[in-house]
């Protein structure tokens, strides 16, 4: 994803790229054209669609501090976590929830990681229609690929924003940029027909490449679904029982499995398949990741060959505590660690004072010193707790559906392993399942957006998010804590924003 898609004055410009067959990382010659002046073969037209999947990575990005990745914000706000090395003022408003600044820098960067690559969606899907140079199939599958991302970060913006500016031409002239907000329902509707369109573009389900896959599309229409049926539009019974149809749809496919055991979730040859439906691609040389040594614990110690790198972001031991000690997730090294090996003396432990995230750690980093470790955005058990979840609330709460109970149980199984089936299940207790399960991967705050509720790790239940403190912020949730302002930035850039 390196043959990144610029946009200047309105116009794009391509970094063209010669696709090999070890996948779309890699570096390779550039030079730069208009769109005028592209898609006139097909490998100009492969290079700006896999421009488009550049927005995927944006927040990737940090700031002057070490260890600062954009992302981690929207884990910071959940309040189970803290960052190990000191904050800035602004990550202290996501973790501390004391109030969101308009002049805040990150989420000016959430802004552009929507707009940015949207513009480029744009541009991209109306060349590829145009164009004759492929035939139809082939064309469909470049368009759904499109389609997809340009719902995926649409989502993502009206998730955080609410009400933002819908724009599905490219940008000709500075008259198209100064538009203004669209309504929340409307831009729904639009990612639901952008992945409408994506369903039925021929895309295969699965794809070891790191593509968009129909399992990717059908996934994300799942949670569309599921967050149209919560706050803020509460389209309700409806909408629940579309992503609990959805979803069924994705299990019936057989296309995807739950690994056996939490470390094959970060075995380098499990990357873009079994229950990694959809991911970062990351390339250790050119396109590495942050993750593994930001995440280092902080102040330095020995476990890592780059010890000082660390201090982003680590779980409240509340939060760790919270988990059974017989849940297999909590077991040493399986998303938590309290140990390790001391970095080039391995018969030396090295015990901590307090657990740190092993989701993302890396072997092969520890013998390289560069991550290319690729990124969780979609996996197999978010859809089986979809699936639960999403019927659970058409039943009114508790369902004693098979499909829905099996789902639940699969994933809770994995982690109490023996545990007898339930004859029924609720919605809260898939709730909390989904914030045991997905901790750390950047769903948990969208999950709270829809339903308005969250998981209390001191009490290890579900609660109301309205007036809840959790354990790492100094006041309660407030309904105004829920959308993100515009940046200043951007109101000043268009007055109409500030309407």
Same mark, same amino acid.
């Given at each position: ?282 390339? =250790?040389?050119? %396109?590495?990741?942050?993750? !593994?040594?930001?995440?280092? /614990?902080?102040?330095?110690? $020995?476990? *890592? &060959? ?97 499909? =829905?109970?099996? %789902?639940?149980?699969?994933? !809770?199984?994995?982690?109490? /392993?023996?545990?007898?089936? $339930?004859? *029924? &299940? ?74």
């Amino acid at each position: 994803m390196n043959n990144t898609i610029f946009r200047i004055t309105g116009l794009l410009i391509w970094s063209i790229a010669m696709v090999s067959c070890s996948g779309f990382l890699e570096e390779k010659p550039k030079t730069f054209l208009s769109p005028s002046q592209y898609y006139t073969s097909e490998n100009q037209i492969q290079a700006a669609v896999e421009g488009t999947y550049e927005g995927l990575s944006r927040l990737l990005g940090s700031d002057l501090e070490i260890a600062t990745v954009r992302l981690f914000n929207l884990e910071y706000i959940v309040g189970n976590s803290y960052r190990p090395r000191s904050a800035g003022s602004q990550e202290n408003q996501f973790l501390l929830l004391s109030g969101m600044d308009e002049n805040n820098s990150i989420l000016r960067e959430m802004w552009r990681a929507v707009y940015f690559p949207v513009e480029n969606c744009n541009s991209v899907i109306e060349n590829v229609e145009a164009t004759d140079i492929v035939n139809d199939a082939t064309k469909n599958r470049y368009l759904g690929q499109v389609y997809f991302l340009r719902a995926y970060y649409y989502f993502m913006g009206v998730q955080l924003f609410g009400d933002i500016p819908l724009k599905i031409e490219p940008t000709r002239d500075l008259a198209s940029v100064q538009i203004p907000k669209t309504p929340k329902a409307d831009i729904y509707n639009q990612i639901v027909s952008d992945l409408q369109k994506a369903e039925a573009s021929g895309l295969p389900w699965t794809d070891d490449g790191g593509y968009v896959t129909m399992g990717a599309v059908k996934t994300l229409l799942a949670k569309v679904y599921l967050a149209m049926a919560g706050y803020p539009l509460q389209a309700g019974n409806e909408y629940y029982q579309k992503a609990y149809e959805t979803s069924k749809e994705i299990i019936e496919s057989g296309q995807f499995l739950l690994f056996d055991n939490y470390r094959d979730l970060r075995n380098i040859n499990n990357e873009n398949r079994g229950e990694h439906i959809f991911m970062i691609q990351r390339e =250790a040389q050119n %396109a590495g990741s942050p993750f !593994h040594f930001g995440l280092m /614990p902080y102040p330095e110690v $020995p476990i *890592s &060959v780059n010890p000082s790198f660390g201090g982003g972001m680590a779980p409240l031991k509340v939060f760790y505590d919270s988990y059974d000690d017989n849940d297999q997730r909590k077991a040493e090294q399986a998303f938590f660690y309290t140990k390790r090996p001391k970095s080039g003396d391995p018969s030396t432990i090295i015990s901590l004072n307090t657990p740190y995230l092993n989701k993302y750690w890396d072997d092969e980093a520890e013998k390289t010193s560069k991550s290319g470790a690729n990124i969780p955005i979609y996996r197999y058990a978010d859809v089986l707790l979809m699936c639960a979840e999403s019927k659970a609330m058409a039943d009114g709460g508790t369902t004693s559906d098979a499909a =829905a109970i099996d %789902a639940y149980y699969a994933v !809770h199984n994995r982690a109490f /392993p023996g545990a007898s089936r $339930p004859s *029924s &299940v609720t919605s809260d207790q898939v709730l909390k399942e989904r914030f045991l399960e997905l901790c750390f991967e950047f769903h948990n705050w969208f999950d709270m957006l829809r339903t308005h509720k969250t998981y209390d790790p001191a009490s290890k239940s579900i609660v109301d998010l309205i007036g809840y403190k959790a354990p790492n912020h100094e006041y309660p949730f407030k309904e105004s804590d829920l959308i993100f302002p515009v940046p200043l930035r951007e109101k000043e850039l268009n007055p109409l924003l500030a309407e």
